[in-house]
């Protein structure tokens, strides 16, 4: 089925479509599914549907073992038998309808047998049990999958116990929602005869969850015809103003995108590249969007050009030829190929200007990654049959102990849960979080969130691996999706080989660091609930924090300028040993070590004279050497004494967090520093700047003492003060 091929409650197709597979008419399911919008549809007769489902199924199965579907046809029909739709239809033309949907996707034999039979355990005396005797294990667990969601109400108090158990469905088995979105659909194709309150609430659910839903599971066919009807029915005046325009430019004598199509396939013609080149009419709801963005539209702006091509190399090899013999938009150019979609889509996607100011956007992949970019999960089959199984067990009873043991292609679980090669990051992520999640209501207004994203960002690890977040994570996302709770110790990151606050908002293609604390005490703060942005990362953070209320007064923080008042003040005057340092040829002469540069034995230095025949000393390489020597002031030869005793200002640069300064203070504690003064400046982007004047008793324990500062978890770098105001 294609999601584009053709626009909703037109007379026929927008533009010639060039059947892909010539020899076997397709059913155009996209224009007969519209009949609720067209107009009632004519009853008293029931088509041979189960020959429309074999006949869908074998172009995509030609090998298929159709007996299971014969069998669960006959006891779908004999159970259903009496009982009718609200649209007065017998009611077996539901589950004919929705296994006809996923067989025009390309759904494997499995999937279509539960489809035929997803209502006969709810609605008929069909038991589970005799549904495992006759299709098998495998059957019976997607039947029962689609049965549990059923079962609960769609009242708002009931919703988000309904959404928690479609994802713990859909994460036991991609197949169970794949079901259960070509259900809503055809239920939705036929929602015309319910009273209109009820057409709303439906509708407003679908766009809310089942749309976002079956987006990230990539079945952009049913989620484009999902939108559609939703739109139509939620927002009727503006689909019929865009049902207009639609019908008008396809009234148009004159069709830039056939033009445009014309001219490439003359391109790789002559290029020798082999490949189709179709026109995707865009479907009611983007025609809209794009009105909206671009205002007036003009003829290409209602659809696009789809090229097809036999190998990956051939899509790189189509789009030289297009930006070489044509006027490439630049801007428009993505890669996902490379660096596919979140829900598995790969395409290139580029775009095509000529003199006239049209521009034609072009997507270009394989026939396989079109096969996925229009049925998603559905396109891959069946996920738990290795390669060398797939057509031998297509459609044949699984064994009986399949949910809990081993399976085929997905391996063994210790606790039994089923292994879903095909399950997608975002999946495995948003089950994650729903475990965690401490009550109800937030679960819900998390996940309304979570869904609202519709973009994710690839970022790198240091290691080669990726991580998938939505658009406008920050670091602290990328943390607690690496490491899970652990992330409680994260301490800042590099992006890029840059050090990074873990505010930091991301983006596609980044390479991220993630600097871990060593100390297990280590903690979050409340600040990073206001950078979170996935699930994940929030409900960690809100355990924890509810778990360690802060206390009333909160001990030593960083969360102000702070100065330690139990010591002098850092520009207090520094007194140092007579014997420290001397100035040659005048051994009596008063001397002060500068504060911009804290010499200390071993450093080369030099000094200045300054007012009352007082020498200040300054390291040589010292700014302040640098301008007086400019300025024309006459350098003074000093040397150290015997002494290593030694005074030091260091600056230490962290990221901040509760008890950094107690474990800063005993660090240099431990190492026989005493503190003679200390500044700690307020918080800037989470990153904090400390000041420490320090007594050593001897001052080749100084890089020993610096090491030991690094070492303290939320430090990262610990350096010589270097100040750049001139001494005197």
């Known amino acids: 089925m294609s999601a584009e091929a053709t626009n909703p409650a037109m007379p026929g197709p927008v533009a010639p479509a060039t059947s892909r597979r010539r020899s076997l008419p397709r059913i155009d399911l996209r224009r007969l599914g519209r009949a609720a919008l067209l107009g009632s549809p004519a009853r008293g007769r029931l088509p041979d549907a189960i020959g429309h489902v074999v006949e869908a199924h074998r172009a995509h199965h030609p090998d298929a073992d159709l007996e299971p579907l014969r069998r669960a046809y006959v006891l779908a029909e004999s159970s259903h038998r009496g009982q009718m739709r609200k649209s007065g239809e017998p009611y077996i033309t539901h589950p004919l309808a929705v296994t006809l949907i996923l067989a025009e996707l390309g759904a494997e034999t499995t999937t279509l047998t539960a489809s035929l039979l997803h209502d006969t355990v709810e609605d008929t005396d069909v038991t589970l049990d005799q549904v495992r005797e006759q299709f098998g294990e495998e059957v019976r667990y997607l039947v029962d999958g689609v049965t549990k969601l059923e079962k609960v109400d769609y009242g708002a108090a009931a919703e988000p116990e309904t959404f928690r158990k479609m994802l713990v469905a859909t994460g036991s088995d991609v197949r169970v929602m794949s079901i259960k979105l070509a259900d809503r659909l055809h239920n939705m194709r036929t929602l015309g005869v319910m009273r209109p309150e009820k057409q709303e609430r439906i509708a407003k659910i679908t766009r809310d969850f089942l749309i976002p839903l079956a987006e990230r599971l990539?079945?952009?066919?049913?989620?484009?015809?999902?939108?559609?009807?939703?739109?139509?029915?939620?927002?009727?005046?503006?689909?019929?103003?865009?049902?207009?325009?639609?019908?008008?430019?396809?009234?148009?004598?004159?069709?830039?995108?056939?033009?445009?199509?014309?001219?490439?396939?003359?391109?790789?013609?002559?290029?020798?590249?082999?490949?189709?080149?179709?026109?995707?009419?865009?479907?009611?709801?983007?025609?809209?969007?794009?009105?909206?963005?671009?205002g007036e539209l003009r003829g290409c702006d209602f659809g696009r050009l789809l090229v097809l091509v036999g190998e990956d190399a051939d899509c790189y090899?189509?789009?030289g030829e297009l930006h070489t013999?044509?006027?490439p938009v630049v801007s428009e150019f993505k890669d996902f190929i490379a660096v596919p979609k979140f829900n598995l889509y790969q395409s290139l996607h580029t775009a095509v200007a000529r003199g006239d100011g049209q521009v034609a956007e072009v997507l270009i992949r394989t026939h396989q990654m079109h096969k996925v970019a229009e049925a998603g999960v559905v396109a891959l089959g069946n996920p738990y049959a290795g390669p060398q199984d797939e057509q031998t067990r297509e459609g044949a009873p699984a064994d009986a102990?399949?949910?809990?043991?081993?399976?085929?292609?997905?391996?063994?679980?210790?606790?039994?849960?089923?292994?879903?090669?095909?399950?997608?990051?975002?999946?495995?992520?948003?089950?994650?979080?729903?475990?965690?999640?401490?009550?109800?209501?937030?679960?819900?207004?998390?996940?309304?969130?979570?869904?609202?994203q519709d973009r994710e960002i690839t970022v790198f690890r240091p290691d080669g691996g990726t991580l998938g977040l939505p658009d406008g994570a920050t670091c602290v996302d990328a943390a607690y999706a690496q490491y899970g709770e652990d992330a409680h110790a994260c301490i800042g990151a590099r992006v890029n080989g840059r050090l990074a606050t873990l505010s930091t908002v991301l983006r596609d293609g980044d390479t991220v660091q993630l600097l871990m604390g060593q100390d297990p005490a280590s903690e979050p703060s409340r600040e990073w609930l206001e950078h979170a942005h996935t699930p994940a990362a929030r409900i960690a953070i809100q355990r924890w924090l509810a778990t360690h209320p802060a206390p009333a007064e909160p001990e030593e923080s960083v969360d102000a300028a702070r100065t330690v008042t139990d010591i002098p003040a850092a520009d207090a005057p520094l007194s140092r040993p007579d014997t420290a340092i001397t100035v040659v040829g005048?051994?009596?002469?008063?001397?002060?070590?500068?504060?911009c540069c804290t010499p200390v034995p071993a450093d080369e230095v030099t000094g200045f004279a300054v007012r009352g025949g007082v020498v200040t000393v300054h390291r040589v390489e010292c700014a302040a050497v640098a301008r007086m020597t400019d300025a024309g002031r006459p350098a003074v030869d000093v040397s150290w004494g015997d002494t290593t005793e030694c005074r030091v200002t260091l600056i230490a640069e962290s990221f901040g967090r509760p008890h950094l300064l107690a474990?800063?203070?005993?660090?240099?504690?431990?190492?026989?520093?005493?503190?003679?003064?200390?500044?700690?400046?307020p918080p800037s982007q989470q990153r904090v700047r400390h000041t420490y004047t320090l007594q050593l008793p001897d001052a080749a324990h100084l890089p020993t003492l610096m090491r030991a500062m690094r070492n303290v978890p939320g430090v990262y770098d610990v350096a010589r003060a270097q100040h750049h105001d001139s001494a005197s």
């Open 401 to 452: 102990d399949r949910p809990g043991g081993e399976r085929p292609g997905g391996g063994e679980r210790p606790d039994g849960e089923r292994v879903d090669p095909t399950r997608p990051g975002w999946l495995s992520r948003l089950l994650a979080w729903q475990e965690a999640a401490p009550d109800t209501d937030t679960f819900w207004s998390t996940l309304r969130e979570d869904l609202a």
């Open 663 to 681: 474990d800063l203070t005993e660090a240099m504690a431990m190492e026989g520093a005493e503190i003679v003064s200390a500044t700690v400046e």
């Open 218 to 294: 990539g079945v952009q066919a049913l989620k484009t015809e999902l939108e559609d009807l939703v739109f139509a029915i939620l927002h009727p005046e503006e689909y019929e103003h865009t049902r207009e325009l639609i019908v008008d430019n396809a009234s148009r004598a004159d069709d830039p995108l056939a033009e445009f199509a014309d001219a490439m396939r003359a391109v790789l013609r002559e290029a020798g590249i082999q490949a189709e080149v179709l026109i995707r009419p865009r479907h009611f709801v983007s025609v809209h969007r794009v009105s909206r963005k671009r």
């Open 317 to 319: 090899a189509v789009l």
């Open 325 to 327: 013999c044509m006027t």
């Open 586 to 595: 005048r051994p009596d002469a008063g001397v002060r070590l500068a504060g």
